[in-house]
């Protein structure tokens, strides 16, 4: 079994406490909890919040597959800049600082889609995202955890999968309803997701403030690090968001296209209802894999991971829609497995006062795979076409799944009941 955290190290849980209320106007728990989820969702929205005005820019601007890519790629990398920067720095300036400087950014990312008159705007907008996305997604994570009451702490994980979902699918049903159905296709589902950035701001504002490990530190305590107690953990953990997050690379930048060619149908809508399979199975079997062990969400969740692999390889090369959208239903669920059994493996190994860090090194990983695999298979399928760039990122997938079995199954150790993932605070 998976070692997570030896019996002296799960005080994590019940160190958990409510952080100080600070000033006149300062959400209790619950609504603290809320907020903080609503920040992890964004990290999804705005991750997926372009990917059915893919095509669009290219038909307006004459773009290749190698430039819609570049714009996919340009946000996993400046979420890596953010990471290796600052991604331990809620660790010394707090949740809510940290989470505030990320939805500005966010904001004027958002804001510049909104108003773009060419791609350049689209890509500065997409380095801010990343920007926003790269200091909010490790303290919003951690917040989850923190809000959630010791008696209820694995459900933090089911929390944490279940805001990823749902911003998810917003930007994807959302998203696809406007670009269709509205005015302005290029620009109006980016001032919605502008005023759901606003909205969180106000709700990060009123988070009580607090630090949650000691103030100060020198530069390099601010960095993502992993402490040696729990590098065998966070191998089997990182793995795992690897293979997971770099569905994201298949799905968000070149499975609008790859679904745009087997629907046959300029529908926006519609390409985003089949998309959004995705993140309707990420929820759904997050549900489920609460009452996994993390050693068997992350067995169950990579052999279906594989398997979905496989299915989209057929899909793609034989041109089978209902195969496709099997592949598609696979893979959601296969994130949900892995991301939550990822994360309850690390967040029982990790000391409170490093889970910042530690947390940002775990996203690290999985948005460089994503950067480097969206640039190689944007080039790829400019050069040799769209199938074989698809066949060879589910190969790499594939690769990724293997060495998750591998760590599952051959590292020993024991699971703590008490676990919960962290959240991407």
């Not at 923190?146 to 702490?153: D, G, L, N, P, Q």
């Not at 990823?164 to 005015?183: D, M, R, S, V």
Request: a positive charge; glycine letters at 10%.
């Amino acid at each position: 079994m998976i070692k997570v955290a030896p019996a002296s190290d799960r005080r994590n849980v019940a160190d958990r406490k409510q952080p100080p209320a600070d000033g006149p106007f300062v959400l209790g728990r619950h609504a603290s909890l809320l907020v903080s989820a609503g920040v992890v969702s964004h990290t999804l929205w705005t991750s997926a919040a372009p990917a059915l005005t893919y095509g669009l820019y290219a038909q307006e601007w004459h773009l290749t597959h190698t430039v819609t890519a570049a714009i996919f790629a340009v946000y996993p990398i400046f979420v890596v800049v953010m990471l290796v920067s600052f991604g331990g720095i809620s660790d010394q300036i707090g949740r809510r600082a940290t989470m505030l400087a990320g939805l500005f950014a966010s904001l004027a990312g958002a804001l510049l889609f909104a108003v773009a008159p060419n791609v350049w705007w689209v890509f500065a907008g997409r380095a801010l995202m990343g920007i926003g996305v790269g200091l909010a997604a490790s303290p919003s994570t951690a917040a989850i955890l923190e809000f959630t009451s010791a008696e209820r702490a694995k459900s933090a994980a089911v929390v944490t999968m279940g805001a990823q979902a749902i911003g998810f699918a917003a930007a994807l049903l959302l998203g696809g309803a406007l670009t269709e159905y509205g005015p302005w296709p290029m620009r109006l589902c980016f001032w919605v997701l502008a005023f759901f950035l606003i909205v969180l701001l106000i709700g990060t504002w009123l988070l009580p403030r607090h630090t949650s490990g000691s103030a100060g530190g020198d530069w390099r305590s601010r960095m993502p690090s992993v402490p040696r107690a729990v590098r065998r953990a966070f191998a089997v953990s990182s793995t795992a968001m690897v293979a997971a997050y770099t569905f994201g690379v298949l799905v968000l930048s070149l499975g609008g296209q790859v679904e745009h060619d087997l629907i046959g149908s300029p529908n926006a809508f519609l390409n985003g209802a089949v998309l959004s399979l995705f993140p309707i199975m990420m929820g759904a079997i997050g549900i489920i894999a609460r009452s996994l062990s993390p050693r068997a969400a992350l067995i169950v969740g990579a052999l279906v991971s594989g398997l979905a692999m496989v299915l989209l390889i057929v899909a793609v090369n034989f041109r089978d829609l209902v195969i496709y959208l099997l592949a598609t239903a696979a893979a959601g669920g296969a994130y949900s497995l892995l991301f939550v059994g990822g994360l309850q493996v690390i967040s029982a190994a990790a000391p409170v006062h490093h889970r910042g860090g530690i947390l940002s090194a775990l996203y690290l990983l999985g948005y460089l795979s994503m950067g480097a695999l969206a640039l190689v298979l944007g080039s790829i399928a400019t050069m040799r076409g769209l199938g074989f760039a698809v066949n060879l990122g589910a190969a790499a997938i594939i690769l990724m799944n293997v060495a998750t079995l591998v760590l599952a199954t051959t590292t020993p150790s024991s699971t703590s009941r008490s676990a919960a993932p962290p959240s991407s605070t």
